[in-house]
Structure formats: structure tokens, C-alpha cells
């Protein structure tokens, strides 16, 4: 059992997510645990981003697995440099991994190059 718990650790499953404040602001994240982080911004411990304290309730409004570190941080990046509206029309048609990558192509390309 304890083996398996390790073995899950080690395989990363990275996942970028999007959170609406009640002034209707969206914060974009990245973690391994969408429920666990979350949890943390919605509550008043230190665990939690400090641009979210005191802007509850929170709703997760997207969420998507992405794969490893690296991925996920290009994409929160990626995300964070498009507007409210871009940002809006995210939570809204809700694209799932290939076709958020698709969206986001020429702002990872322009980030790499």
C-alpha cells in the first residue's frame, strides 16, 4: 500500500485551473490537486494565494489536466497574458487539453522563441 501512495507522488498530473471572486475577477493556478488547492484559497490559512484573501466565495470555473510541471506553468502563463474577455470565453466553451494547447499555440511559441 505504501508503495502505491509513493508511486502515485512520483507521477505528476498537472493541472492549470481558473477561479471566479465574488467582484467576478478570475485567478489562474496550477497544482496536482484542483480539490485540495481550492480548499486552501477558500480558507483563511496561509496555504492559500494572499490575492484571494478576502475576495470569497470562490468558484472553480475551469480546470484541466495538462500533464507535467513545466507544461501547466507555460499554459498559467500563457492564460494570465490574455484579456478578461479571452479569459471569459475560456470558462465559457470550457476547451479541453488539445484544444486549449491549439488556442494558446502562438503565445507558448512567442514565449519560447
Known amino acids: 500500500m505504501r508503495g502505491c501512495r509513493l ?4 507521477v505528476n498530473h498537472w493541472s492549470v485551473y481558473m477561479l471566479r471572486t465574488r467582484m467576478d475577477s478570475l485567478y489562474t493556478g496550477i497544482t496536482t490537486d484542483v480539490a485540495r488547492r481550492v480548499t486552501e484559497h477558500a480558507g483563511a490559512g496561509k496555504q492559500g494565494a494572499k ?55 502562438l503565445l507558448l511559441s512567442e514565449e519560447e522563441a
Open 51 to 105: 490575492s484571494l484573501r478576502a475576495k470569497g466565495p470562490l468558484a472553480l470555473v475551469y480546470a484541466i489536466t495538462l500533464g507535467d510541471r513545466s507544461l501547466a506553468s507555460r499554459v498559467e502563463y500563457a492564460i494570465k497574458q490574455l484579456s478578461k474577455a479571452e479569459k471569459e470565453a475560456l470558462v465559457q466553451e470550457q476547451p479541453d487539453a488539445p484544444q486549449l494547447l491549439g488556442r494558446l499555440e
Open 7 to 10: 508511486a502515485s507522488r512520483l
